[in-house]
């Protein structure tokens, strides 16, 4: 059932989105076909972007003052840039009296994050912000979470930064997550501790933005702190399985079980093998349900039907 706020679906709301890569495009894309207008926060200006007659703002992240100014009647800022720019940001929203802030926090459900995140980049600080915010008696500003599980794109030839996500880190790029499509190689985890097979939620970065662009016409007095979305949910082992029926050949693949993961991460780090560090410390997150939402509370609420797993691996990389 699809509960629609009347008056907010009457009335614009005027949206940042914080950021210009490719996440960031497609939410400005899917946002220019509703009713809402909505304008980018860059660092640099962007006339690409300006030629699609989207509004860009070049903005300085470490300044408050050209933050606040540039989010003046802004009602909700959607975020996709992370760590410190991320949290100056929310300072200032909250301050310009946003009403909501959906935070840079797609990939992983808010439950079960560890205390001492290897792959944390600022985001617990970020939430910790949201919540002081939240119930701050003066400047209160709601938020809300859109968990994704991992991009599609993460098996895209060039992986997430062949679309400009995750450009400053390894993870960003090719083969930085369970296989490689070009290589036909795969480093995978298939069970966790107690045997179970491991799942993984997936979602494209189109089927994404569709959405949180469809969410915008939901009562926001019924979002909740977390709202998760799914395109599809497939185990390691079948992940692997359609990559090979697409490739028509079997991966190069090597397993490593669940109690030993550890211990390569502490050998990868001996080695000063940063790469391998971050791949491994992406399958124990992996290992611990990080990705795998049994449970979405979006898909329901919205008219999206997201392209499966099997048709975007398919388009992307079948002969």
């Given at each position: 059932m699809v509960i629609i706020d009347n008056e907010m679906a009457n009335n614009m709301m005027r949206i940042a989105i914080a950021g210009s890569g490719g996440l960031a495009q497609s939410i400005a894309h899917e946002i220019s076909k509703t009713v809402h207008p909505f304008i980018i926060?860059?660092?640099?200006?962007?006339?690409?972007?300006?030629?699609?007659?989207?509004?860009?703002?070049?903005?300085?992240?470490?300044?408050?003052?050209?933050?606040?100014f540039n989010l003046r009647g802004i009602d909700i800022v959607i975020s996709t840039v992370s760590g410190n720019p991320q949290i100056n940001l929310i300072d200032a929203a909250a301050h310009s009296r946003v009403q909501r802030f959906i935070p840079a926090e797609y990939k992983d459900k808010l439950g079960g994050r560890p205390?001492?995140?290897?792959?944390?980049?600022?985001?617990?600080?970020?939430?910790?912000?949201?919540?002081?915010?939240?119930?701050?008696?003066?400047?209160?500003?709601?938020?809300?979470?859109?968990?994704?599980?991992?991009?599609?794109?993460?098996?895209?030839?060039?992986?997430?930064?062949?679309?400009?996500?995750?450009?400053?880190t390894a993870l960003g790029y090719q083969g930085s997550y369970l296989m490689n499509m070009e290589t036909n190689t795969a480093e995978i985890v298939e069970y966790n501790t107690t045997g179970q097979a491991i799942s993984v939620s997936m979602t494209s970065v189109n089927d994404v933005a569709r959405f949180l662009a469809a969410a915008l016409y939901l009562d926001q007095r019924i979002w909740p702190i977390e709202f998760r979305m799914q395109g599809d949910r497939k185990t390691v082992t079948e992940i692997v399985q359609y990559a090979e029926a697409i490739k028509g050949q079997p991966f190069a693949t090597t397993i490593i079980v669940a109690p030993e993961l550890a211990a390569n991460i502490q050998e990868a780090a001996y080695y000063q093998d940063s790469a391998r560090v971050g791949r491994l410390q992406e399958l124990s997150a992996t290992e611990e349900r990080r990705y795998d939402f049994s449970q979405v509370n979006l898909n329901s609420l919205v008219n999206i039907q997201p392209v499966s797993f099997w048709d975007w691996l398919r388009t992307h990389w079948a002969p």
């Open positions: 926060l860059s660092r640099q200006v962007q006339p690409d972007l300006e030629t699609h007659g989207y509004q860009v703002a070049v903005v300085n992240y470490d300044d408050q003052d050209d933050l606040r205390t001492n995140d290897p792959s944390d980049r600022g985001r617990a600080a970020s939430i910790e912000r949201l919540r002081h915010w939240a119930q701050h008696p003066r400047h209160r500003m709601q938020y809300t979470v859109f968990g994704c599980g991992v991009f599609y794109e993460r098996f895209a030839p060039g992986g997430l930064a062949s679309m400009g996500i995750s450009t400053s």
